[in-house]
């Protein structure tokens, strides 16, 4: 089947919605579709983008450049049906609007609400409109906040996608000793946080709790250099953190195997790249490579991770409530047994959600 993919992202880019839209491009590769990633823009300079996402396969990319940057959907929804497109993959509402006025199948990843002043509009013409099309919410507690507000869809169906993990990747890892020695990092019990650092990932709690805990090494993963450099001078005080920035997926499963306990700090508001916020709907792509990597996840108590993990694969702690941090923290830090046994659960619970796995629902039906 061909598939062509539009994507609002940037590409490249380290923002967590780019590197989604590779990994969902690179699936329906690896499940043997011809696959095209349409995305806004001019064609950059050339990158490594097998190492910069995390990639096997690379989709072909095709950059839509318009002074206008609001008809990018629309050019893209044309382009789709000048490629002979079978089916079009959408994160834009507007390209699937397009897309199923010009009479082709039509799929829209939901991440969050529809935003701006006719994202409302956008999103009720898909639900209403008709033509084959599929919605696809990221968890089940958007699909229900998006049917409260606007109505479910109709003369189509709905499937709950949430993100995913590339499972080959981290098949071989090594144990966080060897992966600390690899990566030059400090050999103390180490607690890891994947992501960036926009305000309600918690990187004030990473901080108190690494004053807390001295005696173990706390390590950040991601982050846009002023960010990083904002955080790296509050820390300056503590010997015992580091702040990576910016590295390539590629070494992602490295380091987080290098985490004997990893860290989703969240608070109740989480912002995102474009500043909304989606704490109550999210689907972190961390958390499937958390459980994938094995340690022990210690994670905020947002009902909406719980879609995904419970007691037996985490160790839950209110948002608000420092002393509860500090107090499981300490007993995961105590209990190697304990850790292990989290990390085998959360192992054996993440084979449902590879990326390949993912592709194969979200396109049941559609070949």
Excluded at 12 to 37: C, R, W, Y
Excluded at 123 to 142: C, E, M
Aim: a positive charge; aromatic letters at 8%; proline letters at 7%.
């Amino acid at each position: 089947m061909k598939i062509v993919c539009v994507a609002s992202s940037q590409v490249p880019s380290d923002t967590a919605n780019s590197i989604q839209a590779m990994k969902v491009a690179q699936s329906f590769l690896q499940l043997g579709h011809e696959v095209t990633l349409l995305v806004p823009g001019l064609r950059p300079s050339p990158l490594d983008l097998q190492l910069h996402y995390g990639l096997s396969r690379v989709p072909a990319i095709e950059w839509i450049s318009s002074r206008n940057r609001r008809l990018f959907p629309w050019k893209a929804a044309l382009r789709a049906r000048r490629l002979g497109a079978d089916l079009l993959y959408c994160w834009p509402s507007q390209a699937a609007v397009a897309g199923t006025l010009l009479g082709l199948p039509s799929l829209l990843e939901a991440h969050d609400y529809p935003t701006g002043r006719f994202g409302p509009l956008w999103y009720r013409l898909f639900l209403t409109l008709p033509g084959r099309k599929r919605l696809l919410p990221i968890t089940d507690a958007l699909r229900r906040a998006l049917e409260a507000r606007y109505g479910p869809l109709r003369n189509g169906d709905t499937v709950i996608a949430p993100d995913g993990v590339d499972l080959e990747r981290y098949a071989s890892l090594p144990d966080p000793e060897s992966a600390r020695r690899a990566l030059g990092l400090r050999a103390d019990p180490t607690v890891l946080c994947t992501g960036h650092l926009y305000e309600g990932r918690g990187a004030d709690l990473f901080l108190a709790l690494a004053e807390k805990f001295p005696q173990a090494s706390f390590v950040w993963v991601g982050g846009r250099p002023a960010d990083v450099a904002a955080w790296k001078d509050r820390a300056a005080r503590l010997a015992n953190v580091t702040f990576t920035g910016f590295v390539p997926n590629e070494r992602i499963p490295l380091y987080q195997a290098a985490g004997d306990i990893l860290l989703m700090p969240y608070g109740r508001t989480v912002s995102t790249s474009s500043g909304g916020n989606t704490a109550e709907v999210c689907s972190p792509m961390k958390m499937f490579e958390y459980m994938a990597a094995g340690g022990a996840i210690l994670t905020s108590d947002l009902p909406v991770l719980r879609e995904v993990l419970d007691e037996t694969m985490a160790v839950f702690c209110p948002p608000e409530d420092a002393g509860a941090w500090e107090a499981a923290l300490g007993g995961l830090l105590g209990d190697e047994t304990r850790r292990q046994a989290l990390g085998r659960r959360a192992r054996g619970a993440v084979q449902a959600y590879s990326w390949i796995e993912r592709g194969k629902r979200v396109l049941d039906g559609f070949q």
